[in-house]
């Protein structure tokens, strides 16, 4: 198996809710998923991470880094463009602080980072699968 192989990941999430459950097993979450202006922002570093990317944090210039594999993304708090793979992409929603916690529209970094969505209006809940 590649050093980097991650296996097929299932994430269900609730709005308002800071428990998440990845392949079966529920995990707490520091921040839950909130909307902002009809936007569902996530996690930044618990997306990332339950899909095995690598994330940093620069305090100074307010940017988080994420690597997978390949791909790198670039976003700055406040700002709504990132950097893909060093091409700029405009995004919904730029990324804020919630307690401490760096948030992201959902689509934006599922997707970038390979992953399909579903969203169930009735419950309020979003499934992210990785594919593997």
């Known amino acids: ?3 980097n192989f991650i296996p097929k990941t299932k994430i269900v999430l ?3 809710n800071s428990v998440a459950v990845i392949n079966e097993k529920t995990t707490k979450l520091d921040s839950p998923p909130i909307i902002i202006k009809d936007r569902t922002l996530v996690p930044l570093r618990f997306i990332s ?4 990317a690598k994330v940093e944090w620069n305090p100074v210039f307010r940017l988080v880094f994420i690597k ?9 708090i406040g700002t709504p463009y990132a950097s893909v793979s060093g091409k700029k992409v405009l995004l919904d929603s730029p990324p804020l602080i ?3 916690r760096t948030m992201v529209p959902l689509r934006f970094i599922a997707e970038t980072l390979g992953a399909e969505v579903t969203w169930d209006e009735a419950t309020k809940s979003i499934t992210i699968i990785y594919p593997g």
């Open 1 to 3: 198996m590649p050093v």
């Open 14 to 16: 609730q709005i308002g």
């Open 68 to 76: 997978m594999g390949e791909k790198e993304i670039i976003v700055q």
């Open 98 to 100: 919630v307690k401490g």
């Open 49 to 52: 991470e339950a899909f095995g």
